[in-house]
């Protein structure tokens, strides 16, 4: 982390929450409030991200952005209701999306599902990324279901919406592949810009910020867990709630799927968050 980024880690949260809403309105400024989508995951950094834009867009007296939520087949319950929650909460507009050709196909966590039997954008998808075995099991967390059932989908919606920037909540302490982010990055296929306004958080931070500004959180952190995905490669990192453990010593996403964190190099050049 080069000596910029370290200076904004190191701002107070009140700095750290005025620099995201710098970003955001200049993202509206760039490209305009019915161009830009919101990613939604019912995690902790999406709602944070998500209060940013709506906290923004209430200064400025117009109405939050298109939000996206990524259904890949296997998601918790808690994460479900609370997406319903802040939709309702917030007066959102979400759009669910899901790869309904493959989730069709499936039946239960570990079917096999054969190359053949997809339509032929689920199969230009598996060429795309090099995968040459006639199937493959339905695991949403492995790279092959990751990028069908979030990646395809993604793609679709931004192309379908027109849109031209989506914001979603990476940062820069969350993941090794995410350490070089910027602010604004261009994507191609298709063609449009991330937005990050949250790259310069630290866990640390998330948790201050949903606490002092009153933030809703899911239910699932007060479990103990950490970091949030697919419900089959998602375990608690402890049994104390999420904000009280050791995050110096005990990794953010201790406890998602491993296979995903070693490739996520990979599925972020397909275009995955």
Known sequence: MDHEHRLLMDLPIEKKVEKSKSVIREAIGRFGLDAI??????GKDSTVGLWLFKSVCGEMG??????MFIDEGDVFDE??????YIKKLWSLDVAI??????????GHIGATIFADSLNEANRAALREMGHQDPAFEFVPDSTVCN???????MREFIVKNNIKALSTAIRWDEQSARKEEEYFSPR??????RIHPLLHFGER?????????????????KLGYRSLGARCATSKASDIPAWM??????????????DKEQVMDKLRSLGYM
């Open 62 to 67: 117009v109405k939050t952005p298109l939000c």
């Open 188 to 193: 191609a296929n298709p063609e449009h810009f």
């Open 97 to 106: 999306l899901k790869n309904y050709d493959v989730f069709s196909k499936a």
């Open 37 to 42: 989508a919101a990613a939604i995951t019912g």
């Open 205 to 221: 931070d998330i948790w201050i910020a949903i606490f002092k500004y009153d933030i809703p959180y899911n239910k699932l952190y």
């Open 79 to 84: 994460i479900t209701e609370f997406v319903s």
């Open 147 to 153: 990028h069908l059932m979030k990646t395809i989908p």
């Open 245 to 258: 453990q050791d995050f110096e010593n005990m990794p953010e996403r201790v406890g998602r799927g491993r």
